[in-house]
């Protein structure tokens, strides 16, 4: 099949988040499917490009016609297409800055969902499928259904739009329709319009033949009140086009028998070199002591904010390093969290490591050296941690919500079997009930060593995943 997806980032073009991880990775998975994928994204300050332009489009957005330079660059069978438009896109960042989103968004990704269509236009070729992703590419669908409609080479395509995160919604004022080329037609209940505004993502949860999102619980937790961010209702009525695909995880870059980042690569059967990274780790943290070596370590990789789970966390911050483990952790996000750890670390020097930051380095190592992974979010559509932390070994301990109720199975405590740890009600008495039972888990060497190799021997690989977007869209699998 040919598939035209369009995207606001991709790895290693561009990235804030998950979404360019995705749009990075499934393009692959699927080429070597054998599918043919163009993927249009566009170009961003700082997008590493060789090169001059390789052509050029005539954009029109509303009442205005933008001119666009076009990059094509062809890479593991994938075509990727970078559209230019420096008003649009040389700014500092993606989305927005000093705390807030550009003014002009709407504008922005109106573009890009127009540019996207000109460009396959322009190429005269038939697609199978056009696959949009968030809010940010909400209008391809729209536009497919009012102004491509009857082109030969799209009109009949397949359309599937991916929700990553509901609580992004690409919310503008009305007044935005006529200045992208809607009509205010658009501005109704069973269209764009939104609780007074419109919304992109609405555009694209309407005129999509398909929606998926990236776990099988996040797809039925969406239609309910408490994690329908206000779309619970359609997603309701659209129950039947709803379906969760579970994201994959890049198996060239995770790779815990050839990872070069940690102290010594290992794999299921050489389990043991795993004790290597966990001393350089403790060593990186200054947790040095002899007894901190025989404790089991707890790690943490995270943007630093409530829906991470910090809120439950900080409530427990008093009891966390009274119990018989060390915890390390890596991230920046609200600086109430930022402070507490410092604190906490500063106060529990051989039980508590903080680096406010990012290392990749490091992430690596703490998903290879730690022996549990804390992850006690309150929403997660997906998460990808804890699938790397099973990859190498280290035990996940998460809520069971989300992409981490689908890929994390709770250790049963009367047969053993599990590849990890999970607890349901979002309180500081349930996470410190399942850190608990983790902790004496631990003590049981055998049965923890069974649930690391059950844990390892898992597929969280891009192609099973892909197979699934295969099936959707209408295809075969081999």
Same mark, same amino acid.
């Given at each position: 099949?040919?598939?035209?997806?369009?995207?606001?980032?991709?790895?290693?073009?561009?990235?804030?988040?998950?979404?360019?991880?995705?749009?990075?990775?499934?393009?692959?998975?699927?080429?070597?499917?054998?599918?043919?994928?163009?993927?249009?994204?566009?170009?961003?300050?700082?997008?590493?490009?060789?090169?001059?332009?390789?052509?050029?489009?005539?954009?029109?957005?509303?009442?205005?016609?933008? #001119?666009? =330079?076009?990059?094509?660059?062809?890479?593991?069978?994938?075509?990727?297409?970078?559209?230019?438009?420096?008003?649009?896109?040389?700014?500092?960042?993606?989305?927005?800055?000093?705390?807030?989103?550009?003014?002009?968004? =709407?504008?922005?990704?109106? %573009?890009?969902?127009?540019?996207?269509?000109?460009?396959?236009?322009?190429?005269?070729?038939?697609?199978?499928?056009?696959?949009?992703? #968030?809010?940010?590419?909400?209008?391809? @669908?729209?536009?497919?259904?009012? =102004?491509?409609?009857?082109?030969?080479?799209?009109? +009949?395509?397949?359309?599937?739009?991916?929700?990553?995160?509901?609580?992004? +919604?690409?919310?503008?004022?009305?007044?935005?329709?006529?200045?992208?080329?809607?009509?205010?037609?658009?501005? $109704?209940?069973?269209?764009?319009?939104?609780?007074?505004?419109?919304?992109?993502?609405?555009?694209?949860?309407?005129?999509?033949?398909?929606?998926?999102?990236?776990?099988? $619980?996040?797809?039925?937790?969406? +239609?309910?009140?408490? %994690?329908?961010?206000?779309?619970?209702?359609?997603?309701?009525?659209?129950?039947?086009?709803?379906?969760?695909?579970?994201?994959?995880?890049?198996?060239?870059?995770?790779?815990?028998?050839?990872?070069?980042?940690?102290?010594?690569?290992?794999?299921?059967?050489?389990?043991?070199?795993?004790?290597?990274?966990?001393?350089?780790?403790?060593?990186?943290?200054?947790?040095?002591?002899?007894?901190?070596?025989?404790?089991?370590?707890?790690?943490?990789?995270?943007?630093?904010?409530? +829906?991470?789970?910090?809120?439950?966390? /900080?409530?427990?911050?008093?009891?966390?390093?009274?119990?018989?483990?060390? %915890?390390?952790?890596?991230?920046?996000?609200?600086?109430?969290?930022?402070?507490?750890?410092?604190?906490?670390?500063?106060?529990?020097?051989?039980?508590?490591?903080?680096?406010?930051?990012?290392? /990749?380095?490091?992430?690596?190592?703490?998903?290879?050296?730690?022996?549990?992974?804390?992850?006690?979010?309150?929403? /997660? @559509?997906?998460?990808?941690?804890?699938?790397?932390?099973?990859?190498?070994?280290?035990?996940?301990?998460?809520? =069971?919500?989300?992409?981490?109720?689908?890929?994390?199975?709770?250790?049963?405590?009367?047969?053993?079997?599990?590849?990890?740890?999970?607890?349901?009600?979002?309180?500081?008495?349930?996470?410190?009930?399942?850190?608990?039972?983790?902790? #004496?888990?631990?003590?049981?060497? #055998?049965?923890?060593?069974?649930?690391?190799?059950?844990?390892?021997?898992?597929?969280?690989?891009?192609?099973?995943?892909?197979?699934?977007?295969?099936?959707?869209?209408?295809?075969?699998?081999?």
């Amino acid at each position: 099949m040919r598939v035209l997806m369009v995207a606001s980032e991709v790895t290693p073009y561009s990235k804030t988040g998950g979404l360019a991880d995705v749009t990075g990775a499934l393009p692959r998975a699927l080429a070597r499917l054998g599918h043919e994928v163009d993927v249009v994204v566009p170009a961003y300050r700082g997008t590493p490009v060789d090169g001059p332009p390789t052509g050029s489009l005539r954009v029109p957005v509303g009442p205005e016609v933008h #001119d666009a =330079a076009v990059t094509e660059v062809v890479t593991s069978g994938v075509r990727v297409v970078l559209l230019h438009h420096p008003g649009f896109f040389d700014r500092p960042f993606l989305y927005g800055e000093a705390g807030g989103d550009y003014p002009d968004n =709407a504008q922005r990704f109106a %573009f890009l969902a127009r540019g996207a269509l000109e460009w396959a236009s322009a190429r005269g070729e038939r697609y199978d499928v056009v696959h949009t992703h #968030d809010w940010q590419t909400g209008l391809v @669908p729209v536009l497919l259904r009012h =102004a491509f409609e009857s082109h030969r080479g799209l009109g +009949q395509a397949t359309t599937v739009h991916t929700i990553h995160n509901l609580a992004y +919604q690409g919310i503008f004022d009305a007044s935005w329709l006529p200045r992208v080329g809607l009509g205010w037609g658009m501005f $109704r209940p069973d269209a764009l319009e939104f609780w007074g505004k419109v919304s992109y993502l609405k555009g694209g949860l309407m005129f999509s033949r398909h929606i998926t999102t990236v776990s099988k $619980r996040y797809a039925t937790e969406i +239609q309910t009140p408490e %994690f329908g961010c206000g779309f619970d209702g359609l997603l309701k009525t659209r129950a039947a086009d709803v379906r969760g695909i579970v994201n994959g995880i890049d198996y060239d870059e995770w790779d815990p028998s050839r990872d070069a980042m940690l102290a010594e690569p290992f794999d299921v059967t050489t389990l043991d070199r795993k004790q290597k990274t966990k001393l350089r780790l403790l060593e990186e943290f200054g947790l040095t002591s002899k007894e901190a070596v025989g404790r089991p370590l707890v790690g943490l990789v995270s943007r630093m904010v409530d +829906q991470k789970g910090f809120d439950l966390i /900080e409530e427990l911050s008093d009891a966390l390093p009274k119990l018989e483990a060390s %915890f390390i952790l890596l991230g920046t996000g609200d600086r109430r969290y930022e402070e507490r750890w410092t604190s906490l670390a500063a106060a529990h020097p051989t039980r508590v490591g903080v680096r406010i930051g990012f290392d /990749e380095g490091l992430a690596h190592r703490i998903e290879g050296g730690a022996d549990l992974f804390l992850m006690p979010s309150r929403f /997660e @559509p997906c998460g990808l941690s804890q699938m790397y932390s099973s990859r190498y070994g280290t035990l996940p301990l998460v809520r =069971a919500v989300g992409g981490l109720a689908d890929t994390v199975d709770d250790m049963d405590p009367s047969t053993g079997r599990g590849t990890g740890f999970t607890f349901d009600a979002y309180t500081p008495d349930a996470l410190l009930t399942s850190l608990r039972l983790a902790l #004496d888990t631990y003590k049981n060497k #055998d049965l923890w060593r069974r649930m690391q190799v059950a844990g390892m021997e898992r597929d969280f690989s891009w192609d099973a995943s892909a197979r699934e977007y295969v099936r959707l869209y209408g295809g075969a699998t081999a």
